[in-house]
């Protein structure tokens, strides 16, 4: 059974840097792209980032590019998202989750405010 927890979140000022993390567990981890989402009340989710299996090849979207950084650690079954210059309206639920897969793990709150 696909289990996946994140962790890592938080409250931080504008500017300031958060780093999250997903532990996998009950799939081939090391085979699969892993993506981050994430929801802002109010709006839908939306798909932040995206590493490839081997992690050699990364994706993010217009808003987070030069911003946040995405990575895996396959021993670990670990996918990270470090973001750093956060702004206001990166406020969100942030979540990971396998590319199509529709069940969502509680995801970790970041709450960027002065």
């Known amino acids: 059974q696909v289990q996946l927890v994140e962790s890592g979140g938080g409250l931080v000022q504008p500017g300031g840097s958060l780093g999250l993390s997903c532990a996998a567990s009950g799939f081939a981890f090391s085979i699969y792209t892993m993506n981050w989402y994430r929801q802002a009340p109010g709006k839908e989710r939306e798909l932040v980032a995206a590493i490839s299996s081997a992690g050699d090849s990364t994706n993010y979207a217009d808003s987070v590019k030069g911003r946040f950084t995405i990575s895996r650690d396959n021993a670990k079954r670990t996918v990270y998202l470090q973001m750093n210059s956060l702004k206001p309206e990166d406020t969100a639920v942030y979540y990971c989750?396998?590319?199509?897969?529709?069940?969502w793990g509680q995801g970790t709150q970041v709450t960027v405010s002065s």
């Open positions: 989750n396998l590319p199509g897969r529709t069940r």
